[in-house]
Structures are given as C-alpha cells and as structure tokens.
C-alpha cells in the first residue's frame, strides 16, 4: 500500500515552467505504476502521464507531449512531472495516482490517489 502526496504546484505565466512532485510513502514504491492526471473546473479528470515501476516506460497525453516529462526516483519513493512551456490550459488540480496492477490511461483503474495540486496558468 502507497499514500501519494502532491506538491510543487503554484502560479506561473504562459510559457513557464513547474515542476511536480508525488512522494508514496512504502518499501514497495518500484511495483506500483504510476500517472499523473488532472481535473479542470466543469471538467472530467483527464489522463495527462503515466510511467512503468521501473521507469523503463512511460506515456503521455497528446495535449501535453514534448512539453511534460515523467520521471521516477524509486530510491527515493517520489515520482515527478517536469512541465515547460506551460499553457492556459493547463490550469487544472494534477492529481498523482498509483497502482500495483494496472498501468494505462483510464483513472478510475488507479487505486491509490493524493489529494492533488493547483497548477493555474496566467495568460
């Protein structure tokens, strides 16, 4: 069992950057896949990375490719989110979510959720 927590999210101008982290707390963090997904006002929560346990893999969401980097540091439990060139619509709460079992882009298939992070993008 993991307990992600978010942090790293803030206020930035377009075309900016931020960088998120999720830190799980638990000896078995390189077993559980994990993604990040986001959730605008009005909106359905939205798949925006996932990365294998190894790191080995990873993808991403059309709308943030060559913009965002997953990445993964299993020695210190935390996986994070690099994101350049940040747009307006990005503004959304980034939640982290991780998974023993299943790795995709369908978040109700994730077990382990944080509490998320506001990331407001300014124009």
């Known amino acids: 069992q993991v307990q992600p927590v978010e942090s790293g999210g803030g206020l930035v101008q377009a075309g900016g950057s931020l960088r998120l982290s999720c830190a799980a707390s638990g000896r078995t963090f390189s077993i559980y896949a994990m993604g990040w997904f986001r959730q605008a006002p009005g909106k359905e929560r939205e798949f925006v990375a996932d990365i294998r346990g190894s790191g080995s893999s990873a993808y991403y969401a059309d709308s943030v490719k060559g913009r965002f980097t997953i990445s993964r540091d299993n020695a210190k439990d935390t996986m994070y989110l690099q994101m350049n060139n940040l747009k307006p619509e990005d503004t959304a709460v980034y939640y982290c979510?991780?998974?023993?079992?299943?790795?995709?882009?369908?978040?109700?298939?994730?077990?382990?959720w944080g509490q998320g992070t506001q990331v407001t993008v300014s124009s």
């Open positions: 979510a991780a998974d023993r079992a299943y790795f995709g882009s369908t978040w109700w298939e994730y077990r382990y």
